[in-house]
């Protein structure tokens, strides 16, 4: 298959993470406002161009006033850095439908290369409007020290409140351009 432009149906996708609070337990999220740039062929993803945006802005956590922070200047300074990106730099195959994507993410103006564990779960024609679809998921782990998060607090039993590496996870169905 050739390789073809594909774009991402938020609708039927999601990016999440998830952090350790308070040392015991962990505070999960949601990025409602993504896109993505793909030109791929599926079945060989080893040569694909893979540019995702996410606006930090439209965090959500299932808490207003912690959402607010996470905004903040402490953490996204959503104000100043309107735009998550990755670039997928290397693409390589592991096994069957299994990849490492390597690319620079950008977090608050600043790039580190980070790998991503991706599985592609194969293809099918969406019943409701004919268009062939592709979904992949996938997940990482940073620092979110190393991009410029560094806010926290102590918490009494010792220990902070929140941890420092963050757990990435994305699941994307995108559609194929014709």
Known sequence: MAKTTWTVDTVHS?????????????????????????EADPEDLTDSKIEVTI?????????EDRD???????????????????????IKKKSGNNYDVTGDLTIRGTTKP???????????KDPMGGSTVAGFSGETKINRKEF???WNAAVETGGVLVGEEVKINFELEVQKQD
């Open 14 to 38: 999601e990016v999440g993470f998830s952090v350790k609070h308070m040392m015991i337990s962990k505070a999960k999220g949601t990025f409602e406002k993504f896109d993505a740039v793909i």
């Open 55 to 63: 606006d930090p802005s439209s965090i959500n956590t299932r808490n």
């Open 68 to 90: 607010n922070h996470l905004r903040s200047a402490d953490f996204f300074d959503a104000e100043n850095h309107s735009k998550i990106t990755f670039v997928a730099t290397d």
């Open 114 to 124: 980070v790998t991503i564990d991706v599985d592609y779960a194969g293809q099918s």
């Open 148 to 150: 410029g998060l560094t």
